[in-house]
């Protein structure tokens, strides 16, 4: 009967755990949480309400800066993909170590061309293939990828300089 006891009040504070984080996560999404809110819920143990807090387009630069070097990759995504991160912290996630997360930014729509630019050097193929994908990648940058050592690159880069022509009538 103890075992069984333990068992449901184990079970029972887990479980109260995660229904606090979840509102932790709820109120770091919020527009009206204040930036020294949002600073104390970035430094929680918990990364679904540092995630929350890395998405949140109100989180001030200086707190999306720490969340863009964060252990977990899965808030430096989210630094990534946050509309108001800044053109300085693309860049930031264009050297990141992780392939995921420089994957994302060279697919993320609205990431800088000049962050682009320096992801058409990322020594994976895979990755700049991404960018020669990528609507915002600059014409030069596109051209400067014809000249790829890897095929699929090269075609990608040929197939968006032909799709862009195409578009503007040249």
């Known amino acids: 009967m103890k075992i069984h006891s333990l068992l449901l009040i184990s079970l029972w504070f887990v479980a109260s755990l995660a229904w606090a984080n ?17 600073q104390q819920l970035a ?11 890395a998405g ?10 720490q969340l863009a070097t964060d252990p977990d990759r899965r808030i430096r995504i989210t630094v990534a993909t946050n509309l108001s991160t800044p053109p300085a912290l693309h860049m930031l996630l264009a050297a990141d170590a992780d392939k995921q997360v420089r994957s994302v930014v060279s697919r993320f729509e609205y990431v800088p061309a000049e962050a682009l630019d ?17 609507w915002n990648t600059a014409e030069a940058t596109l051209k400067r990828l014809l000249q790829d050592e890897f095929e699929s690159v090269r075609r990608r880069a040929e197939q968006e300089l032909a799709k862009r022509a195409e578009e503007s009538g040249s």
């Open 118 to 134: 320096q992801l058409a050097n990322d020594p994976d193929p895979e990755i700049r293939v991404e960018v020669a994908g990528n």
């Open 43 to 53: 430094a929680h143990s918990d990364w679904e309400v540092r995630r929350a807090v």
């Open 56 to 65: 949140n387009r109100r989180t001030p630069v200086e707190l999306l800066r």
């Open 22 to 38: 979840t509102d932790l996560v709820k109120e770091a999404g919020l527009p009206t949480v204040g930036s020294e809110r949002l």
